[in-house]
């Protein structure tokens, strides 16, 4: 069985930063992609950005410039440091993984969210 747990959210004003954690445990044989999902109120979940375990990444244009997406492979665990956070930028931020559970099964986890606020 995987986890995937998430630390870091909160409430920020406007132009401060916030650092998100999200940290697989269970059985894993190898994690591919790792990235964050965030979903508004009334809205659709959004891709925020990904990164690969050789450490490319794509990002959403509305956070290009002032978020950073970064994995420690040792530890299982991708980081989202959120910078010049803007009130738009309040959503619950899920924390999603590719991991194969064995060297031939490929399954996709989700955390649990966590709360971003940014208040103006």
């Known amino acids: 069985q995987v986890q995937l747990v998430e630390s870091g959210g909160g409430l920020v004003q406007a132009g401060g930063s916030l650092r998100l954690s999200c940290a697989a445990s269970?059985?894993?044989?190898?994690?591919?992609?790792m990235g964050w999902y965030r979903q508004a109120p009334g809205k659709q979940r959004e891709l925020v950005a990904r990164?690969?375990?050789?450490?490319?990444?794509n990002y959403a244009d509305s956070v290009k410039g002032r978020f950073t997406i970064s994995r420690d492979n040792a530890k299982n665990t991708v980081y989202l440091q959120m910078n010049s956070l803007k009130p738009e930028d309040t959503a619950v931020y899920y924390c999603?993984?590719?991991?194969?559970?064995?060297?031939?099964?490929?399954?996709?986890?989700w955390g649990q969210g966590t709360q971003v606020t940014v208040s103006s």
């Open positions: 999603n993984a590719n991991i194969l559970i064995t060297k031939w099964e490929l399954r996709d986890y």
């Open positions: 269970g059985s894993i044989f190898s994690i591919n992609a």
């Open positions: 990164i690969t375990r050789g450490g490319s990444t």
